[in-house]
């Protein structure tokens, strides 16, 4: 039985003092949740407001993006060893804006992964066709390149301490849902995956999130689909009580 996730991912909101009164709200509302995991990746500037806000609860604390190296001359970069240092345990991978916007690659993303591990965060390595790619037929080639070159490499130990997050890019941001049907379609795809580079065993455990315009409303849907061990969520975490709402789905 695979532990259910639910991560929300900021992007670049809130205010150290925003994500102090988050908190206030949201740990209330989840104080009795026992049946998943809770994760929150606030921009880099609110992580140590956040993990001082969650000391004590289970609520866990990501950070959004690392640089493949531990220190150096990467002006702007964060490494996986300072986000560690910060208190945060997750820390996103291959989001599909740091892709688009700020040329991510799958090459990167390998570096990153390891790094990631290297720091004993658990990474959670984004994948996901853009709409011209689904319209093309091309969601599989996508998704399998995504799956060989950025997590290909690593080694079954290092591979069974990640989750992967599966945001098809059209469903991010667009108020446009994948049904629970397509998305499961693609997870199953994606544990295949795992299978063949891996071994069955490793993929049952692989837990995939779902991630692109995740709401209180969808989220029951998502969820039932024995393949979705999870959500990714963008927009809706940013208020507490709806990420409350998704979290206690
Ligand atoms: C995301 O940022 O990973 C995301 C899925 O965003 P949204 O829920 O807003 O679509």
Same mark, same amino acid.
């Given at each position: 039985?695979?532990?259910?996730?639910?991560?929300?991912?900021?992007?670049?909101?809130?205010?150290?003092?925003?994500?102090? =009164?988050?908190?206030?709200?949201?740990?209330?509302?989840?104080?009795?949740?026992?049946?998943?995991?809770?994760?929150?990746?606030?921009?880099?500037?609110?992580?140590?407001?956040?993990?001082?806000?969650?000391?004590?609860?289970?609520?866990?604390?990501?950070?959004?993006?690392?640089?493949?190296?531990?220190?150096?001359?990467?002006?702007?970069?964060?490494?996986?060893?300072?986000?560690?240092?910060?208190?945060?345990?997750?820390?996103?991978?291959?989001?599909?804006?740091?892709?688009?916007?700020?040329?991510?690659?799958?090459?990167?993303?390998?570096?990153?992964?390891?790094?990631?591990?290297?720091?004993?965060?658990?990474?959670?390595?984004?994948?996901?066709?853009?709409?011209?790619?689904?319209?093309?037929?091309?969601?599989? =080639?996508?998704?399998?390149?995504?799956?060989?070159?950025?997590?290909?490499?690593?080694?079954?130990?290092?591979?069974?301490?990640?989750?992967?997050?599966?945001?098809?890019?059209? =469903?991010?941001?667009?108020?446009?849902?994948?049904?629970?049907?397509?998305?499961?379609?693609?997870?199953?795809?994606?544990?295949?995956?795992?299978?063949?580079?891996?071994?069955?065993?490793?993929?049952?455990?692989?837990?995939?999130?779902?991630?692109?315009?995740?709401?209180? $409303?969808?989220?029951?849907?998502?969820?039932?689909?024995?393949?979705? $061990?999870? =959500?990714?969520?963008?927009?809706?975490?940013?208020?507490?009580?709806?990420?409350?709402?998704?979290?206690?789905?």
């Amino acid at each position: 039985m695979r532990r259910p996730a639910i991560a929300g991912n900021w992007k670049m909101y809130k205010t150290r003092a925003e994500t102090l =009164a988050f908190f206030r709200t949201f740990l209330p509302l989840i104080e009795g949740t026992k049946h998943c995991d809770i994760v929150v990746a606030p921009p880099f500037t609110a992580i140590c407001a956040a993990v001082e806000a969650v000391r004590g609860t289970k609520v866990a604390v990501s950070g959004q993006d690392l640089h493949w190296q531990a220190e150096g001359a990467f002006t702007g970069e964060v490494s996986g060893k300072m986000l560690a240092e910060s208190g945060c345990t997750y820390v996103i991978v291959g989001h599909s804006e740091r892709r688009q916007y700020f040329g991510e690659t799958d090459e990167s993303v390998q570096r990153k992964t390891k790094a990631a591990l290297e720091s004993n965060l658990t990474p959670i390595v984004c994948v996901g066709e853009s709409l011209a790619e689904r319209e093309a037929n091309q969601t599989e =080639a996508v998704l399998k390149r995504q799956f060989e070159c950025g997590l290909g490499a690593l080694t079954a130990e290092e591979f069974s301490r990640i989750l992967i997050a599966y945001e098809p890019v059209w =469903a991010i941001g667009t108020g446009r849902t994948a049904t629970p049907e397509i998305a499961a379609e693609a997870h199953r795809y994606i544990r295949g995956l795992a299978a063949a580079h891996f071994t069955h065993e490793q993929a049952s455990v692989l837990r995939i999130l779902y991630g692109g315009s995740v709401k209180p $409303d969808n989220i029951k849907g998502l969820m039932a689909q024995a393949e979705i $061990d999870g =959500a990714l969520v963008g927009g809706a975490s940013l208020d507490a009580k709806s990420f409350a709402e998704i979290v206690n789905y």
